[in-house]
Each structure stands twice: as structure tokens, then as C-alpha cells.
């Protein structure tokens, strides 16, 4: 089955820890996204990468950092200079990283929870 | 910068009756506009994606219309039912990147 994949589905960290969470897609897309989202609010970008080894900040880019040294994965490391990190993460990709008008599609997300 | 409204937050109508949800955005400028389907605790599912040259996309049940002049979407969901209950979420395609809106929390009512 194609589609995307997160691990793990809920994560639990205590304050001033790193933590790294994962996205996989096998769709052989180019263009990979993570969003943030809280109650209330509608989903904020945080990094986007069109190509591997290369990605941009998006708006909330703080206390987050990525890498895309595969095609396939794009994994997200939320560092302990996030000041609230709580939330719901959601990775997404779509075929081309070019502005063209491709369809975004959604892994299941991970549930951050800092104690 | 894009601002994406969607009103109201919330809505509740009784099974069967057609469900009208609006989308709003400031920039035309737009390369589609996709709707998505997001129930609790899960991710969002695609529902239907409008390429900034169309009018509408259907999809069964489902209509989309866009008119990019005036900054508007509409999502009309026809003879709802208790399984559409969910938060619907319009996005607008720019430059390489999603806008979202808060979206609409529906509950359709048996």
C-alpha cells in the first residue's frame, strides 16, 4: 500500500529533551511538509524540503530542525529550544516540489505531549 | 500574506439536510484550492482538489465550486449523514506551500 507513514503515534518527553519524530512516504514523492497543529488553530507549516538534501523554514521554523538525506523520509527534530512544544504533528508530500497545483496528501500524525 | 476564513467554527444540521460550508481567502493569486476531512485525533483526508483554472470538482456526494475574482470556495455535502460528522479544512495552493483555514466543525444529527 502507498501512502505515509508516522511513528509513533503518541510521544511523551520531558522538558529539555530532544525528541525526533518520523515520516516515511513510499509515493515517490518529491515535495515533503511538516505542520503543526493546535486545538483551535488551523495547521501551520514548519519546514518543507522540494528535493532531498535540501529544505526551507516555514513559519514557525523555531526550536524545530529536519534533514532529507532520502527521498522517502523526512524526519523532524523538535529541540528543547521549542518553548511549547505540545501539539499534534502532521507530515504531508505531494509529487512535485514545483508550485504547480498538486494535491497534498497526510500521514496519520504524532501526538507530542511534554511533561 | 494569505488569510484563509472559514465561518462558522461550528455547525450542527439534522440528517438528511444539505450541508453548505464556506471558504474564504484574501489572495487570489492562487495555484488550487483543496478541500480536506479530518476526524479526531486523526490526520486530514483529501477530499476533493480544484486547480486554480476550474469553476468545480465533484466527487459523489460532494461538490466544490471556486471562484478565484471574488476569493471564495464553497463545499456542498448533499443528504448528510451521521458519518459526516468530522472538521472539514479548506486550503489554497500557493508557491510550493498550503494555507489553511481553522475549519469547520460539523455534526450531523440523527
Known amino acids: 500500500d502507498g501512502g505515509i507513514t508516522q511513528s509513533p503515534k503518541y510521544l511523551f518527553r520531558k522538558e529539555g529533551q530532544n525528541v525526533t519524530l518520523s515520516c516515511e512516504q513510499n509515493?515517490?514523492?518529491?515535495?515533503m511538509y511538516w505542520y503543526r497543529q493546535d486545538p483551535g488553530q488551523g495547521l501551520r507549516l514548519i519546514y518543507y524540503?522540494?528535493?532531498?538534501?535540501?529544505?526551507q523554514k516555514g513559519d514557525i521554523a523555531e526550536g524545530y530542525s529536519v534533514s532529507r538525506e532520502k527521498k522517502e523520509s523526512f524526519p523532524l527534530t523538535v529541540t528543547s529550544a521549542q518553548k511549547n512544544p505540545t501539539a499534534f504533528y502532521l507530515c504531508?508530500?505531494?509529487?512535485?516540489?514545483?508550485?504547480?497545483?498538486?494535491?497534498?496528501?497526510f500521514g496519520p500524525g504524532t501526538r507530542l505531549t511534554v511533561l | 500574506k494569505q488569510e484563509v476564513t472559514q465561518i462558522p467554527a461550528a455547525l450542527s444540521v439534522p440528517e438528511g439536510e444539505n450541508l453548505v460550508l464556506n471558504c474564504s481567502f484574501t489572495?487570489?493569486?492562487?495555484?488550487?484550492l483543496q478541500w480536506f476531512r479530518q476526524d479526531p485525533g486523526k490526520g486530514l483526508t483529501s477530499l476533493l482538489l480544484?486547480?486554480?483554472?476550474?469553476r468545480e470538482q465533484t466527487s459523489g456526494r460532494l461538490n466544490a465550486s471556486l471562484d478565484k475574482s471574488s476569493g471564495r470556495s464553497t463545499l456542498y455535502i448533499a443528504a448528510s449523514q451521521p458519518g459526516d460528522s468530522a472538521t472539514y479544512l479548506c486550503?489554497?495552493?500557493?508557491?510550493?506551500?498550503?494555507?489553511f483555514g481553522k475549519g469547520n466543525q460539523v455534526v450531523v444529527i440523527p
Open positions: 504531508a508530500s505531494n509529487p512535485r516540489g514545483s508550485g504547480t497545483g498538486n494535491e497534498q496528501f
Open positions: 509515493l515517490n514523492h518529491d515535495a
Open positions: 524540503s522540494q528535493i532531498v538534501n535540501d529544505f
Open positions: 489572495d487570489s493569486a492562487i495555484y488550487n
Open positions: 480544484i486547480q486554480s483554472s476550474q
Open positions: 486550503a489554497v495552493g500557493e508557491n510550493n506551500r498550503l494555507a
